[in-house]
C-alpha cells in the first residue's frame, strides 16, 4: 500500500515559509546543475538548502547531490539525524542516501539492501527508482525493467514527490533512459523506443551525460 509523504511543520520550530521555499528551490537547482557537469556550483547550493533547512526533503536532496559528487561522508552526515526521527519519511530519506553512497562505490548489492529496507517503511516512487538502479548496476535487467515499469505507472507521484510547492517532475525523464538500459541488458527492441522517449523530452539537454549516452547507444543499434 503506498504512503504519500505528509508533514505539518510547527512554527515554533521550523523557520518562515518563505525561507523553506527558498530552500526547497535551491535543494532542486542543486540536482539540476549536477547533469551540467557544474559540480562545484551544485556542491555549493547543496550547502546553501541544507545550511537553512531542516526540512526533511531538502536535506535529502542535498545530500544527493555530496554523495554523486563523490562526498559521500558529507551526504551521510546530513541526514544521520533523520534515521533518529519518529516518522516515516525521514528515516527513508536516510536509508535511501546510505543506498546511494553505496551504489557510488560500486556496492550494487548493499545498496539494494538499503533500498529494500526503506521500501519496507513505505513503498515509495523513489525507492522504487532506487532500486531499479541498484538491480541495473548489478545485472539484473528483468528486476530493473520491472522497477522501472513501476515508476513509469506511478508517473503522476513523479510530479511532487515531496509534497510541496516545488515541483518534482524533473525526476521522470531518467526513468526512460534507464528503462532503456535494462531492455537494452534484455536485447529487447523497445530499448531504442525509451530512449529516443527519454531524448524527446530532454530535447534541450545538452551537456547532459545522460543525454549523450543514450543518444550514442541509439547510434550504435
Given at each position: 500500500m503506498r504512503r504519500a509523504f505528509w508533514r505539518e511543520p510547527s512554527p515554533a520550530i521550523w523557520p518562515p515559509r518563505d525561507a523553506e521555499s527558498a530552500s526547497d528551490r535551491t535543494a532542486t537547482l542543486a540536482l539540476t546543475q549536477l547533469p551540467l557537469g557544474k559540480t562545484q556550483e551544485a556542491v555549493s547550493s547543496?550547502?546553501?538548502?541544507?545550511?537553512?533547512?531542516?526540512?526533511?526533503?531538502?536535506?535529502?536532496?542535498?545530500?544527493?547531490?555530496?554523495?554523486?559528487?563523490?562526498?559521500?561522508?558529507?551526504?551521510?552526515?546530513?541526514?544521520?539525524?533523520?534515521?533518529?526521527?519518529?516518522?516515516?519519511?525521514?528515516?527513508?530519506?536516510?536509508?535511501?542516501?546510505?543506498?546511494?553512497?553505496?551504489?557510488?562505490?560500486?556496492?550494487?548489492?548493499?545498496?539494494?539492501?538499503?533500498?529494500?529496507?526503506?521500501?519496507?517503511?513505505?513503498?515509495?516512487?523513489?525507492?522504487?527508482?532506487?532500486?531499479?538502479?541498484?538491480?541495473?548496476?548489478?545485472?539484473?535487467?528483468?528486476?530493473?525493467?520491472?522497477?522501472?515499469?513501476?515508476?513509469?505507472?506511478?508517473?503522476g507521484e513523479a510530479t511532487s514527490i515531496f509534497l510541496d510547492d516545488v515541483p518534482s517532475y524533473h525526476l521522470l525523464p531518467a526513468v526512460y533512459y534507464y528503462q532503456g538500459r535494462a531492455r537494452e541488458g534484455l536485447n529487447s527492441p523497445g530499448a531504442a523506443e525509451s530512449y529516443k522517449t527519454f531524448l524527446s523530452i530532454k530535447e534541450k539537454g545538452a551537456g547532459d551525460p545522460l543525454v549523450a549516452d543514450a543518444q550514442r547507444r541509439i547510434a550504435a543499434h
Open positions: 547543496a550547502a546553501k538548502a541544507s545550511a537553512n533547512s531542516k526540512d526533511p526533503g531538502v536535506l535529502y536532496r542535498a545530500a544527493q547531490v555530496y554523495v554523486a559528487a563523490g562526498q559521500e561522508a558529507k551526504g551521510l552526515q546530513l541526514v544521520a539525524p533523520l534515521s533518529q526521527r519518529l516518522e516515516t519519511e525521514p528515516q527513508i530519506y536516510a536509508k535511501l542516501i546510505a543506498g546511494e553512497a553505496q551504489l557510488k562505490k560500486g556496492n550494487a548489492r548493499d545498496a539494494l539492501n538499503s533500498f529494500q529496507e526503506a521500501q519496507k517503511l513505505a513503498d515509495s516512487w523513489l525507492g522504487h527508482f532506487a532500486m531499479g538502479r541498484a538491480y541495473l548496476d548489478a545485472g539484473a535487467f528483468t528486476e530493473a525493467s520491472a522497477e522501472f515499469d513501476v515508476c513509469l505507472k506511478r508517473r
